[in-house]
Structure formats: C-alpha cells, structure tokens
C-alpha cells in the first residue's frame, strides 16, 4: 500500500499531471449501495481508427469518492474509493450539436474499509473497476458530456472472498 502511495504522490507532481483537461461527477447505487466520485481527466494524446466517420479516442480518469452502504442487514459502511482508470471511447470524427459516445474501460481502485455492509466483502483494498458506458457531448464547444455507466467492482478472484458490487452511475463531465 505504501508503494502506491509514493506512486501516487509522483503521479501528482509529474509535469503534465496540473495540466486537466476536464473534471468529473458521478452519482449512482447498486447492489444496495450508493456511490459519489468526483474527478480529473487527462485526455490522450493518440486517436485510432480515423479512416471514417467514427474514432477511438480516450482519456485517463483519476477518480476519488465514496461508497454508502445501505442494506437492512445491517453494519453499513462508508467506503473511501480512489481509482485511475484508462478510459476508451467510440465518438464521431467531426462533432454536431449534440454528438453521441460509447465508452469501455478497465481501472484500478483501493478501497477502505473492504466491506459496504454485513454481507457483501470485497476480500482486499485493491479492486479491479470495469465499466461500460454511453453519452452525450453537446455545448458550444463541446464541453459537457452527460452519460450512463455500468461498473463491476471486484478484485478478480485475487483473494476470498470477492463477492463485487455493480453500480448504476449516472456521469457528468466538464471540459475545459
């Protein structure tokens, strides 16, 4: 864990990393379980696939929020959540008014306390965090984007147990 730490404070004081291309809010539940996450977004510097209408294109999202249990089983918890997550994203070649996105990614959270409430434990604070997505980017600019995600939270089998939550999350960015 301290490791990360230490990875993550060279992170913050690398060059570029001041340099944010948007900021992030995500509200969403699931699995008995409410998740608030803001964040900071760093957009590749490489596109793929330009040949047609449609591209592949990206961005790096570092995300910090918190999981509220809320189960009637009781013991509900607050999970302190911090991720980094590469994100991939199928947008148009040249943007209209309001300009429609698909999105998948695979990210890497650390979690704390590893349980949301009595029965559902994560197994470890490191935990794997896919999701797929769809939205909108509209604005003058293109600078908001409004979409839906579908998240799996789960350390992949690396230790038991690895129950993993799905979360409904509703994501707002605004790009600078």
């Known amino acids: 864990m301290r490791k990360v730490g230490w990875f993550l404070c060279a992170l913050l004081f690398s060059g570029n990393v001041w340099a944010v291309d948007a ?11 409410d ?8 957009d590749f510097d490489h596109q793929w696939f330009t040949g047609g209408d449609w591209l592949v294109s990206g961005f790096w999202e570092a995300s910090a929020g918190t999981l509220q249990g ?23 070649k040249n943007p209209t008014a309001i300009s429609p996105y698909l999105e998948a990614a695979i990210g890497f959270h650390l979690i704390s306390p590893a349980y949301v409430y009595a029965n559902r434990h994560f197994g470890s604070a490191f935990q794997f965090g896919d999701h797929l997505g ?3 980017r509209f604005g003058e600019q293109q600078q908001f984007d409004l979409g839906y995600r579908y998240q799996h939270l789960s350390n992949g089998g690396i230790k038991k147990p ?12 605004y790009h600078f």
Do not use: C
């Open 23 to 33: 900021v992030s809010f995500e509200l969403g539940n699931g699995d008995q379980t």
């Open 35 to 42: 998740v608030v996450r803001v964040g900071a977004i760093w």
């Open 70 to 92: 809320r189960s009637s089983v009781g013991d509900n918890q607050t999970i302190t959540d911090l991720g980094i997550t590469p994100v991939f994203r199928l947008q148009q």
């Open 134 to 136: 769809l939205g909108v």
């Open 162 to 173: 690895n129950q993993g939550i799905n979360l409904n999350q509703v994501h707002f960015a």
